[in-house]
């Protein structure tokens, strides 16, 4: 929390209810609210510093009085300016109550740990209350990365905020900011909008059939071989399938960021590569999802790529195997695989038919290497 604040400035009364050498019993008073004459902000400061007391009874007492204020006693403490701790140990104690949100950001003091926090737990009201403030936006650009990469914010809200940070030139850390920023540019923004919008709504709707039909702790693939070969959508995804086809491309890549492991499966094969990449990036994505789209002889070399950069990723032995036979993994990341796996596969693989050329010399030549040493 922040430590800005000075005991000094309370009134006689408050400063001796949070005194070391106070009785437990005047400070249990105090945390209970108990303090004749002292006004509401100084009323506040006590409670969140004895919130923060050694003495357990004592700081959860607090914490419920702080929770439980009378509104004539909020009112009154976000009537006057405040300081940033105060405003922190607020935000952290009201974070779901958009009226107070709403005052809190109002206030020129509230520091940039306490936004961030208020943004990573804002419920869809209060991501758009944030968000319609462009200057706090701009000047607090890690917000609109927690606003977006919070799943209860809405997807027009999180298109606007990246679209406001590409037109103000800032670059976002979000895993795949260039890919949602190159689709923003190519896609209309609607105007804000007091309710929700047909995206939102399809947003949600995405959301729940996810949530209907989302694989098991294993994970299966959302995806099978045909008669022929060719890698088709499984049944039971087809309805999920058929309405993230409906998603926009920025829609797309933010359930890419955001989603469950089926719908990453899913768009992890879309056609467009921006949402693809998104997927590669997620980080949310785990490892063995990497082995099943490391597996797929359909996924894009870009995404490959991706995987094969992932010092995360490579340290598992089965994506290494899987980029070094997979022939659409590029031949400068499959061949740093190549002295990673064991002798047993490389004398397997050397006679595969289903390894590229390339591939085959330099387990050959891997091979030489061992015999030599």
């Known amino acids: 929390m922040i430590s800005d604040f000075d005991p000094t400035q309370l009134p006689p009364l408050a400063r001796k209810a949070i005194a070391p050498e106070s009785p437990p019993a005047m400070k249990m008073m105090a945390a209970k609210g108990v303090l004749p004459g002292t006004k509401p902000p100084d009323v506040v400061a006590v409670l969140l510093l004895l919130a923060e007391s050694n003495a357990q009874d004592i700081a959860q007492t607090a914490r419920t009085t702080l929770r439980n204020l009378p509104q004539p006693v909020i009112d009154g403490a976000l009537g006057n300016q405040l300081t940033p701790w105060v405003l922190n140990g607020l935000a952290e104690q009201f974070f779901d109550v958009p009226d107070v949100v709403e005052r809190l950001l109002r206030q020129s003091n509230i520091a940039s740990d306490s936004l961030e926090f208020l943004a990573e737990r804002a419920t ?19 917000v609109i990365e ?3 990469m919070n799943k209860k914010v809405r997807m027009s809200t999180a298109d606007r905020l990246i679209e406001l940070a590409v037109r103000n030139q800032i670059e976002l850390d979000i895993p795949a900011f260039k890919e949602a920023s190159a689709a923003i540019k190519n896609e209309l923004i609607p105007e804000p909008t007091p309710e929700p919008s047909f995206d939102d709504t399809l947003f949600i709707d995405v959301e729940r059939i996810a949530t209907a039909v989302a694989p098991s702790e294993l994970d299966e693939d959302t995806h099978e071989a045909d008669d022929e070969g060719e890698e088709v959508v499984k049944q039971k995804f087809i309805p999920l399938y058929q309405e993230i086809a409906q998603m926009t491309v920025s829609q797309k890549i933010r359930r890419a960021m955001l989603g469950t492991p089926a719908e990453r499966l899913l768009l992890i094969r879309d056609a467009n590569r921006l949402v693809s990449s998104s997927v590669a990036k997620s980080p ?7 082995v099943l789209i490391t597996a797929s002889r359909a996924m894009s070399d870009d995404v490959l790529r991706i995987i094969a950069s992932n010092r995360e990723f490579t340290r598992n032995y089965q994506v290494k195997y899987n980029l070094v036979v997979n022939p659409r993994t590029p031949f400068t990341f499959a061949s740093r695989m190549v002295p990673h796996l064991r002798d047993s596969d490389l004398k397997s693989l050397v006679k595969s038919k289903n390894v590229t050329s390339s591939v085959v010399q330099s387990i050959r030549q891997q091979l030489d290497r061992k015999k030599k040493d």
């Open 124 to 142: 869809e009201r209060i991501g758009e209350l944030i968000a319609t403030n462009e200057r706090l936006m701009l000047a607090n650009p890690r």
């Open 284 to 290: 949310l994505l785990r490892e063995n999802e990497a």
């Open 146 to 148: 927690k606003l977006y």
